[in-house]
T-cell receptor
């Protein structure tokens, strides 16, 4: 059982819709990540939050807007997406500081389809 | 810059046969190395990790990997394949030169199929 919970598991949206993906973890991790994964490809990093502050943005288009309301929650707000944005969106979390080895704990993902 | 190369995008074995998935890394400093498994329509699950303790690392589901610095390799093995091992496997590297944020670099993945 994963300790990183993502909702919804599946989302279908039109190009004019506004929707959000949600992620929650209760492991006390202070880093949270959004990855995008296309079929038969490795995950691609989108955003990293450290101590609730955005620390890495991998030049992601502004139609993707991340938010970290607190240390347990991570959102990804979606607006005016394109069909090529259809993918599996993975949330992950990790420790920070001396005990950090870079190990990521992944959620099950949210499968997004843009029509 | 760190990088990972997984040799073979697709490996096919018979049930009961040895599984060997190859991973070579490039890093300017001693790395942390990981193998993740992904079943269809699921997230990534950690199989095992190397963090500079023992060079032979045992993981879940009977998998193990050996860190060989001289060969810059971290190959994943399992003595006897099971049908349930069919999945996509990703090798990843995270070096120690970063600050508080680590960016895992993933290999392109190896799809393992297991034939009855």
């Amino acid at each position: 059982d994963t300790e990183v919970t993502q909702t919804p598991k599946h989302l279908v949206m039109g190009m004019t819709n506004k929707k959000s993906l949600k992620c929650e973890q209760h492991m006390g991790h202070r880093a949270m990540y959004w990855y995008k994964q296309k079929a038969k490809k490795p995950p691609e990093l989108m955003f990293v939050y450290s101590y609730e502050k955005l620390s890495i943005n991998e030049s992601v288009p502004s139609r993707f807007s991340p938010e970290c309301p607190n240390s347990s929650l991570l959102n990804l707000h979606l607006h005016a997406l394109q069909p090529e944005d259809s993918a599996l969106y993975l949330c992950a979390s990790s420790l920070l500081g001396q005990t950090n080895t870079g190990e990521l704990f992944f959620g099950e993902g949210s499968r997004l389809t843009v029509l | 810059a760190q990088s990972v190369t997984q040799l073979g995008s697709h490996v096919s074995v018979s049930e009961g046969a040895l599984v060997l998935l190859r991973c070579n890394y490039s890093s300017s400093v001693p790395p942390y190395l990981f193998w993740y498994v992904q079943y269809p329509n699921q997230g990534l699950q950690l199989l095992l990790k190397y963090t500079s303790a023992a060079t032979l690392v045992k993981g879940i589901n009977g998998f193990e990997a050996e860190f060989k610095k001289s060969e810059t390799s971290f190959h994943l093995t399992k003595p006897s394949a099971h049908m349930s091992d069919a999945a996509e496997y990703f090798c990843a590297v995270s070096d120690r030169s970063g600050g508080s944020n680590y960016k895992l670099t993933f290999g392109k993945g190896t799809l393992l199929t297991v034939n009855p």
